[in-house]
């Protein structure tokens, strides 16, 4: 699985890898191999400056499948999904360490699309359920204040 | 009733009803994410962080509802904001069997004043209300001020008169303009053991309550 990019330096999107104090979110459900795909638009050109410290005035073609690692200037270590191991020799990045390898990608659950029509067929009778329940919450609430009147 | 019929041209205003507005409820830790040519089952943070904009399967449900949107807005925003319409006794479900005028007077005026999370609509089939319907101030939509007016015609069934108009923008205005305060605050320490006693969520006394 795999994307190819081309992005302008000019619109380095931050958001577009993860910062490793925020840890995803498990889900109570069975695995399968599938891994997330990078963020999109997703400009790795924007690590250039960072990482070389150095302007850069090319668009760079990269295919990203891999996870990295990134410490920057104050310590702080960034992490996330995209380059691929040629680029990553090039900038310097990590991509084998005890924080990429407790680090992985957590899988998804892949499912058939009718599992996802049932999926959201079940959030919205769920948070209708919700709903009424908060609704007859407060009507008795309001019911008893009368009743005290 | 409290209902008046605009032409189709007459621009979209505070107080319109329409129907078949869309309501979209999703369960965000367990989404149904369309990636490439496979659907997976993730967390809406995870989705995020990986994918701008994000394409998932969500069920719509067509709902009435009213435009809370004011007069000045709702002719150049983008969205119009409207707030879902439905059945008094599910809105308000004390009034689920009520067969009397005087438990219906009661909850529409005297609970209204109390209770500011609805408005009232009285039925009207002209309208398509056959039952008694209630505005729910909870529950707010957003549409395409575009879409609604290309198709006003099949959408718009209603507007509020003048009169049940000010009402309604009275009731919307307070209820936004209500403020959370912790109400126990002067009850000495028996009334407030019988207040925390009759509320579901855990209620810390002040100081002087202890």
Redesign the interface.
């Known amino acids: 699985m795999t994307e190819t990019l081309k992005q302008s330096i000019a619109t380095y999107d931050v958001a577009s890898h993860v910062d490793a104090d925020q840890s995803p979110h498990r889900l109570n459900e069975s695995r399968s191999g599938y891994l997330i795909r990078p963020k999109l638009p997703l400009n790795y050109a924007g690590l250039w400056p960072i990482l070389a410290a150095q302007n850069a005035s090319v668009d760079l073609i990269f295919t990203a499948t891999d996870l990295f690692e990134l410490q920057g200037m104050s310590g702080a270590v960034t992490g996330g999904w995209g380059l691929p191991q040629r680029v990553n020799q090039v900038f310097g990045i990590v991509t084998s360490s005890p924080m990429v390898q407790t680090r992985k990608p957590e899988p998804a659950r892949r499912i058939s699309l009718a599992e996802a029509r049932r999926l959201a067929i079940t959030a919205l009778l769920e948070a209708e359920e919700r709903r009424q329940d908060e609704r007859k919450r407060e009507s008795a609430f309001w019911a008893a204040l009368e009743d005290e009147l | 009733m409290i209902y008046e019929f605009p032409a189709p041209e007459a621009p979209i205003r505070q107080g319109d009803i329409f129907l078949s507005i869309p309501r979209?409820?999703?369960?965000l830790?367990?989404?149904?994410?369309?990636?490439?040519d496979?659907?997976?089952?993730?967390?809406w943070?995870?989705?995020a962080?990986?994918?701008?904009p994000v394409t998932a399967?969500?069920?719509m449900?067509p709902v009435w509802a009213i435009v809370i949107t004011q007069d000045c807005d709702t002719v150049r925003v983008d969205d119009i904001a409207l707030c879902e319409i439905d059945h008094f006794d599910?809105?308000?479900?004390?009034g689920k069997g009520a067969k009397y005028p005087t438990k219906t007077m009661?909850l529409i005026t005297?609970?209204a004043l109390?209770?500011l999370?609805w408005f009232y609509l009285p039925p009207d089939p002209d309208v398509g209300f056959t039952h008694k319907m209630a505005v729910d101030f909870?529950?707010v939509l957003r549409v395409s001020r575009t879409y609604l007016e290309q198709n006003i015609a099949q959408l718009r069934r209603a507007r509020l008169n003048q009169i049940a108009t000010e009402h309604f923008r009275e009731r919307l205005s307070e209820y936004y303009r209500r403020y959370p305060y912790d109400e126990w605050y002067p009850l000495d320490k028996a009334e407030f053991e019988e207040y925390r006693r009759?509320k579901?969520e855990p209620i810390e006394p002040f100081p002087w309550q202890k």
Do not use: C, Q, W, Y
Not at chain 2, 49 to 52: I, N, P, T
Not at chain 2, 90 to 94: A, C, L, Y
């Open positions: 979209i409820d999703l369960n830790s367990n989404l149904p994410v369309i990636s490439g496979e659907a997976v089952s993730d967390d943070l995870r989705v962080a990986a994918s701008d399967l969500v069920a449900r599910v809105v308000e479900p004390s009661s005297k609970h109390l209770n999370k909870h529950s009759n579901p």
